[in-house]
């Protein structure tokens, strides 16, 4: 309800303001205009952008043979994304690379990381080449936090006496000191002496947990969304505030077009606006007509960081070029309730309800007090549609990087049937006259309530497996409706379909009263 409520806000603040622009444009300003960096200096400043040669040429290697493996093994997807009530295909194909058991969700789809490679995990790749590739993207990764925790501190957030930073994970080490030897960072350039509590949090909005990559050839692309506000031309992506996020987190953004592969950058010297052969990154202040938005080029291997609170006082997007390009988003996802931790001790704490009789075998609940039931009820429909239904959603595509994620959720699709024999004993219990009759109707009511969502919720996602968007996708990435049963299956404790459930226990509410 709040997500629908924040986009209801959000479209009604979009028509307003195109509204109060008629058949006018905002003005945009580029490099090209001499008003441009003051501009930055004065209404972007926590937009930090670094070109090319900033970056150390061993790393631009790795991480640009990365990008070509990753593509070569097939292993970027368009999205199948929910706006609005509607499914619609990403015009960009990405994918979710990261610590592992971490997962990124954003317009109601639940991206789960392939792991890079990590100390004590046992991860499988389907080949060395995507192992290096992730590998690479993880250096990437520290590399970015190094420059990001420098920019901060360059923004006078914190002191500046120097120490030691000690955020990069061991594993990278030799390959900072390669960087350090070469003079591209300095020993103690990556962290600053500042009081603890400063230096947790410094750490926390710098530490990325995932990166979200991205690539898009613009020539082949049917049709590409205008630019609404300032007749910028053709987006890759919409006009957005990254979700999910640690608050006040960095955003990094590497960037590589592969330039040479269409027409790179338009002769003509004068160019009104910006130049439409040429990838751009746009921002603006969020809902505001009084400062004009900026349109930064991008070029093969640029990065940029959105420091502190840029992200959600400022608007983004990305202005489609001709040439093909990939980009690498470093992220500090809010994982809080979106890991393989996180979900596992959900289940655990509502199978407590669940007891086994040490003679009979026999299963029973420990408590039917109305809290208990709810929040594991609550649970079972977290595990059944955050987590089982986004997997299976999302095809095969996995596979084409890793069976890492299968034998998890097959552990998880395990705890979820326990819970679905849990829901069947609640049933078996609220239908039993000896039941307090106020307890029961309270128990009944707020059961309702979870098994009327979970009844919808069901409806809707076998919906989305057959909607036309979903039959667009090659068949590997096209959704799976999982878990689904029929009522033949005798091996499941409740119908899939509910419906008549809810009606029998609605009957049950009005026989009680």
């Not at 090209?32 to 952008?49: C, E, G, I, M, R």
């Not at 690379?97 to 990124?104: A, E």
């Not at 930073?165 to 960087?179: G, K, P, W």
């Not at 959105?306 to 390009?325: E, I, K, W, Y």
Request: charged fraction near 25%.
């Amino acid at each position: 309800m709040k997500r629908r409520a924040g986009e209801r806000e959000k479209e009604l603040k979009k028509k307003k303001l195109l509204e109060e622009l008629g058949q006018n444009r905002l003005p945009y300003l580029t490099p090209a205009d001499a008003d441009f960096h003051q501009l930055w200096k004065t209404k972007y400043s926590k937009l930090v952008f670094k070109k090319s040669d900033a970056v150390p040429e061993e790393l631009h290697q790795m991480v640009q043979e990365g990008f070509l493996t990753l593509q070569k093994h097939d292993c970027f997807f368009q999205d199948l994304v929910r706006i609005k009530g509607k499914d619609f295909v990403t015009p960009v194909s990405r994918i979710l690379i990261g610590n592992p058991g971490c997962t990124y969700k954003y317009l109601n789809t639940r991206l789960f990381t392939v792991p890079w490679p990590t100390e004590g995990y046992d991860i499988k790749y389907c080949s060395p080449q995507i192992r290096d590739a992730c590998k690479a993207l993880i250096r990437l990764n520290d590399y970015l936090h190094i420059e990001a925790v420098k920019a901060l501190k360059g923004q006078n957030l914190f002191e500046t006496k120097e120490i030691k930073d000690t955020t990069v994970i061991d594993r990278e080490q030799s390959f900072a000191t390669s960087l350090t030897a070469k003079g591209s960072v300095s020993k103690d350039q990556s962290s600053c002496c500042i009081p603890e509590d400063d230096y947790i949090s410094l750490k926390n909005r710098t530490s990325y947990n995932l990166t979200l990559l991205n690539y898009m050839d613009p020539l082949q692309m049917q049709y590409l969304k205008q630019e609404p506000y300032f007749g910028m031309g053709n987006m890759a992506v919409s006009w957005h505030h990254d979700e999910n996020l640690v608050e006040r987190s960095t955003v990094a953004v590497y960037s590589y077009s592969c330039e040479g592969s269409a027409v790179e950058e338009s002769n003509e010297q004068k160019l009104k606006g910006r130049d439409p052969a040429v990838w751009h990154v746009g921002l603006k202040v969020a809902w505001d007509i009084e400062t004009p938005g900026l349109a930064i080029p991008l070029h093969q291997g640029d990065f940029y960081l959105m420091l502190d609170d840029l992200n959600m006082t400022h608007q983004h997007c990305v202005l489609a070029g001709f040439s093909p390009r990939f980009s690498s988003t470093h992220r500090v996802a809010d994982c809080s309730r979106g890991t393989l931790e996180y979900i596992f001790g959900q289940c655990e704490l509502a199978l407590q309800n669940l007891q086994t009789d040490s003679d009979s075998m026999a299963l029973s609940l420990k408590s039917l007090e109305t809290a208990v039931v709810k929040q594991v009820e609550e649970i079972h429909n977290e595990v059944e549609f955050e987590w089982l239904r986004q997997f299976w959603f999302q095809g095969k595509r996995y596979l084409k990087c890793t069976d890492w994620w299968l034998e998890p959720m097959a552990k998880l699709e395990e705890f979820w049937r326990k819970m679905e024999i849990m829901t069947s004993l609640v049933l078996s219990e609220v239908g039993k006259e000896e039941q307090i009759e106020e307890q029961r109707n309270e128990t009944i009511t707020c059961f309702l309530l979870v098994l009327t969502e979970r009844q919808r919720l069901r409806k809707e996602w076998t919906a989305r497996c057959q909607s036309a968007a979903a039959e667009s996708l090659p068949e590997d990435q096209k959704p799976e409706c999982h878990p689904f049963w029929t009522d033949d299956e005798c091996n499941m404790p409740l119908p899939y379909d509910l419906e008549e459930v809810i009606a029998n226990l609605q009957n049950l509410v009005q026989w009680v009263e």
